[in-house]
């Protein structure tokens, strides 16, 4: 069983910047594909980045431009740096893992609150 713990969330104003981790107890190139996912009150989740066993990167169309995943593998964490940050990214943030087109493993989530 695979933990990931999220960290670096907060309270930020509109513009400025966060850094999210995700530690995996894991190793995460085990895992095809690791992502960050968000959740707004009263929103569904949407996916926010993801980051391929190879490197590939994508994105939600909302944070193109902004949001930047990585991965360090030789320490298990996968990193989410978040710039120009906007009242509408005020969420809870998760974590993730997965095999193909499944997520498997979940984080507890991290809040990131955007102030105007």
């Known amino acids: 069983q695979v933990q990931l713990v999220e960290s670096g969330g907060g309270l930020v104003q509109a513009g400025g910047s966060l850094r999210l981790s995700c530690a995996a107890s894991g190793t995460i190139g085990s895992f095809d594909r690791m992502g960050w996912h968000r959740q707004a009150p009263g929103k569904q989740r949407e996916l926010v980045a993801t980051?391929?066993?190879?490197?590939?990167?994508t994105y939600a169309d909302s944070v193109k431009g902004r949001f930047t995943i990585s991965r360090d593998n030789a320490k298990n964490t996968v990193f989410l740096q978040m710039n120009t940050l906007k009242p509408e990214d005020t969420a809870v943030y998760y974590c993730?893992?997965?095999?193909?087109?499944?997520?498997?493993?979940w984080g507890q989530g991290t809040p990131v609150t955007v102030s105007s």
């Open positions: 980051i391929s066993r190879g490197g590939t990167t």
């Open positions: 993730t893992a997965g095999y193909g087109i499944t997520w498997s493993f």
